[in-house]
């Protein structure tokens, strides 16, 4: 099996086999998502403190919080796909 990460920013890289949504922080279900994450201890902040323009949910109930919107990940994720 080929792992191929996607750049999320600051160095930061997530194998893009294990994503199944990117999604924008920005609506009430989504923030108390996060919320519950990081009381589980599910969530992993890679904003480098930034604030939060994109969750990635992941296979196994985790999610990353990145500083990149959700429209440029999934446009790195698609190009990634083609080669």
Same mark, same amino acid.
């Given at each position: 099996?080929?792992?191929? @990460?996607?750049?999320?920013? @600051?160095?930061?890289?997530?194998?893009?086999?294990?994503?199944?949504?990117?999604?924008?922080?920005?609506?009430?279900?989504?923030?108390?998502?996060?919320?519950?994450?990081?009381?589980?201890?599910?969530?992993?902040?890679?904003?480098?403190?930034?604030?939060?323009?994109?969750?990635?949910?992941?296979?196994?109930?985790?999610?990353?919080?990145?500083?990149?919107?959700?429209?440029?990940?999934?446009?790195?994720?698609?190009?990634?796909?083609?080669?």
């Amino acid at each position: 099996m080929n792992n191929q @990460f996607i750049n999320i920013g @600051f160095g930061n890289l997530v194998n893009r086999d294990k994503i199944i949504a990117i999604v924008s922080p920005e609506g009430a279900p989504v923030r108390r998502l996060i919320q519950q994450g990081k009381e589980q201890q599910r969530v992993v902040d890679a904003t480098a403190g930034r604030r939060t323009k994109a969750v990635i949910i992941c296979e196994g109930d985790r999610m990353i919080l990145s500083a990149l919107g959700a429209d440029t990940i999934g446009k790195r994720t698609a190009e990634e796909q083609k080669e």
